[in-house]
C-alpha cells in the first residue's frame, strides 16, 4: 500500500536547501546594501569637495584685495573664508563683516580641511580636503582678474577679502 506524501528526510533535505537558498539571498542583499553605503557616502565627501572649490573659485576670482590679514581691511566690509565647527562637524563658512562690525556667517560645505598660499603672484592655490573615512583632496589654483600680485603664507587655513 503506497501513501501521498512526503518522508521526513525528504522535508528535512528541502527545508535545508530552502535555509541556504534564504541565506544566500539575505547575505547578497546585506552586501549590496552595504556597497551602496559606501558608494553613497564616497559620492557625498566628493560633491562636497567639488562644491567648495567652485565656491571659492567664483568668490575670489573677480576679489578686490586678498589678504590672511584681516588688519589690512579694517574699516570697510570684507569677507572672510575658513573652516568653523557645527554640531561636530566642520563646515567651509563665510562671514561677512561689515564696517561697523557686525557679522553674518554661511555654512557652505562640510570640509575636513583648507589651505591657501600666494607668492606674490595674480595665483592663489588651494587645497579642499573632504573625508568620509578617507580623505578627497583637490589642489587647484585661480588666477586673480583684479589683482596683479598676493602673498599669502603656505597652508593659511583663513582667508580675507574684499568685493567690488
Known amino acids: 500500500m503506497r501513501h501521498k506524501g512526503f518522508t521526513l528526510v525528504e522535508v528535512l533535505i528541502t527545508v535545508a536547501l530552502f535555509s541556504v537558498l534564504v541565506a544566500v539571498v539575505f547575505s547578497m542583499y546585506f552586501v549590496g546594501t552595504k556597497t551602496f553605503t559606501i558608494a553613497a557616502d564616497q559620492s557625498f565627501a566628493q560633491k562636497y569637495a567639488r562644491t567648495a572649490a567652485d565656491f571659492i573659485s567664483k568668490e575670489l576670482r573677480t576679489a578686490k584685495d586678498i589678504s590672511a590679514d584681516a588688519g589690512k581691511f579694517s574699516g570697510q566690509d570684507y569677507y572672510i573664508l575658513q573652516l568653523k565647527d557645527k554640531d561636530g562637524q566642520r563646515y567651509l563658512v563665510k562671514t561677512t563683516r561689515t564696517a561697523s562690525g557686525q557679522t553674518s556667517d554661511a555654512f557652505i560645505v562640510p570640509l575636513n580641511q583648507i589651505a591657501f598660499s600666494a607668492n606674490n603672484s595674480n595665483m592663489v592655490n588651494i587645497n579642499v580636503t573632504a573625508s568620509d573615512g578617507r580623505d578627497y583632496d583637490i589642489n587647484f589654483s585661480i588666477?586673480?582678474?583684479?589683482?596683479?600680485?598676493?602673498?599669502?603664507?603656505?597652508?593659511?587655513?583663513?582667508?580675507?577679502?574684499?568685493?567690488?
Open 143 to 164: 588666477r586673480l582678474e583684479n589683482i596683479s600680485a598676493v602673498s599669502i603664507q603656505q597652508g593659511s587655513a583663513v582667508i580675507y577679502y574684499s568685493i567690488y
